[in-house]
């Protein structure tokens, strides 16, 4: 049962990462078409900032894991490199989804009280 669980947490975990941070990166973070930067903008650019925060938590959180599941792996006759493998793998986790959570609450304060944008 354990199992499942953690199999269902991971797929929620990947899905909301992509479908958070799918925006593209290739034409630069802040992106301003008028010389002082119009109120859309500043909210576009500050989503664009915030999506580009959370895909590079992703990876970091997953780099944490991997590293974490290395020590618990060849921790065998350490129990305290185990124990420290599992304690870097749920705070890499719950740091993610904290920051996620944020995220998530960020951008519904962006729509609430930002300007109606318009997504091209």
Known sequence: MDKIKIIIFLSVFIFLNFTLAQED???GLIKCEHDPCQLPELFSNIRSLLAFIIWF?????????VIGSFLWMLGGPYPSLASRGKNMIKTAIIGYILLLSVGIIFDLVLEFFGPRLKYY
């Not at 938590?57 to 894991?65: C, G, Y």
Request: no cysteine.
């Open 25 to 27: 990166f290739s034409g």
């Open 57 to 65: 938590a992703f990876w970091f959180a997953v780099i944490i894991s």
